[in-house]
T-cell receptor, first 114, second 112 residues
Framework: DQQVKQNSPSLSVQEGRISILNCDYT??????FLWYKKYPAEGPTFLIS?????DKNEDGRFTVFLNKSAKHLSLHIVPSQPGDSAVYFC?????????????FGKGTKLTVNP | DAGITQSPRHKVTETGTPVTLRCHQT?????MYWYRQDPGHGLRLIHY???????DKGEVSDGYSVSRSKTEDFLLTLESATSSQTSVYFC???????????FGSGTRLTVV
């Protein structure tokens, strides 16, 4: 059974607008959540993370929100830029995201149109 | 990432042949992982290692074996390649808490 779900395979937004990528999880033991960005022909790169003891973490244009009661997290990108076009993976772990196994969603392909 | 090197970057092999993919890290990380990425499946864990000669299975380990004789090297072997193992393979190492993994650039394997 899929523990981390990204139900939108793709998302298209206009440059300058907000991009919202969503992720749901089923394992209540997850205590760390991460977002990765992946360009074609490259490995995924870490973007932002959040601990389960927080409900928001912000880093520049990127903000992750966590709703534990709903087992839902979202990544907001404001303002969106064409260079943000990539596949975004949501991931979760039962540890601190360093040495513990990460479980990934299937990814959402974001396209930011100029 | 400059600290993780995967080789080869691309490989085409025939069904039934053995294939070994190599991951080399200069980060001195204890934990290393092999994932495969397939359309519609995202990233799935094949095997991981928590130290030299210490390895364990992930969710899609059938048909794969691994070895880690040195901290810096983690090898993934397909004993007898099948077309279902055509995929992009990523190696990763464990990072600092909250930063997840650092990934290599991937190996694109095609089994014909």
């Amino acid at each position: 059974d899929q523990q981390v779900k990204q139900n939108s395979p793709s998302l298209s937004v206009q440059e300058g607008r907000i991009s919202i990528l969503n992720c749901d999880y089923t394992n209540s033991m997850f205590d760390y959540f991460l977002w990765y960005k992946k360009y074609p022909a490259e490995g995924p790169t870490f973007l932002i993370s959040i601990s389960s003891i927080k409900d928001k973490n912000e880093d520049g244009r990127f903000t992750v929100f966590l709703n534990k009661s709903a087992k839902h997290l979202s990544l907001h990108i404001v303002p969106s830029q064409p260079g943000d076009s990539a596949v975004y993976f949501c991931a979760a772990s039962e540890g601190e995201g360093g040495s513990e196994k990460l479980v990934f969603g299937k990814g959402t392909k974001l396209t930011v149109n100029p | 990432d400059a600290g993780i090197t995967q080789s080869p970057r691309h490989k085409v092999t025939e069904t039934g042949t053995p294939v070994t993919l190599r991951c080399h890290q200069t980060e001195n990380h204890r934990y290393m992982y092999w994932y495969r990425q397939d359309p519609g499946h995202g990233l799935r864990l094949i095997h991981y290692s928590y130290g030299v000669k210490d390895t364990d299975k992930g969710e899609v380990s059938d048909g794969y074996s691994v070895s880690r004789s040195k901290t810096e090297d983690f090898l993934l072997t397909l004993e007898s390649a099948t077309s279902s193992q055509t995929s992009v393979y990523f190696c990763a190492t464990g990072g600092f808490p909250g930063y997840g993994y650092t990934f290599g650039s991937g190996t694109r394997l095609t089994v014909v």
